[in-house]
């Protein structure tokens, strides 16, 4: 395996491969976009991964969250459940991560947060992390009540 430091970044060629299969996967999300600074977000991310495997600096701060919050209406005790995942950018590196939500009126809120990596100056994609994340996403995209949402920030 091949490292590469370029500008900083920690390359293999496995993180390579990933980052170029990230890139495709911020393309499918395209059909969620419901607004212009929605698609603006996609474009930046992609351009970002693309300063990654370029050996360049990012200079945005874009953050990804694709998922819904579901609730039963026939619960007594009406428990909401949310699930997020989220893509975020910025001149530090690229994070991948799970958010899991709860709230009810009798137990109050919570949530947990699951990481599947990150690739920055001193670490790099892991193969199954990865894979991992764009399958938990590919199926909550096949949700009826799928939501993107964009935070965007220019470093």
């Not at 920690?10 to 059909?31: C, H, K, N």
């Not at 050996?55 to 953050?63: D, R, W």
């Not at 690229?94 to 137990?107: D, F, G, I, Q, R």
């Amino acid at each position: 395996m091949k490292e590469f430091r370029d500008e900083g970044w920690f390359l293999t060629d496995d993180s390579r491969q990933l980052l170029v299969r990230l890139r495709g996967t911020i393309g499918e999300l395209a059909p969620l976009a419901e607004s212009g600074d929605a698609m603006i977000a996609l474009g930046e991310v992609w351009n970002a991964i693309d300063a990654i495997l370029d050996g360049q600096s990012i200079e945005v701060s874009v953050s990804l969250t694709i998922g819904s919050r579901r609730s039963d209406p026939d619960d007594q005790h009406r428990l909401d459940e949310g699930l997020f995942m989220s893509l975020s950018v910025d001149s530090d590196g690229l994070v991948l991560e799970e958010l899991n939500t709860t709230s009810s009126k009798e137990a109050g809120s919570g949530q947990y947060t699951v990481s599947y990596g990150r690739q920055s100056v001193t670490s790099t994609l892991d193969v199954i992390d990865v894979h991992n994340w764009i399958s938990r996403l590919a199926s909550i995209k096949g949700w009826d009540d799928t939501k993107l949402s964009v935070f965007r920030d220019h470093a």
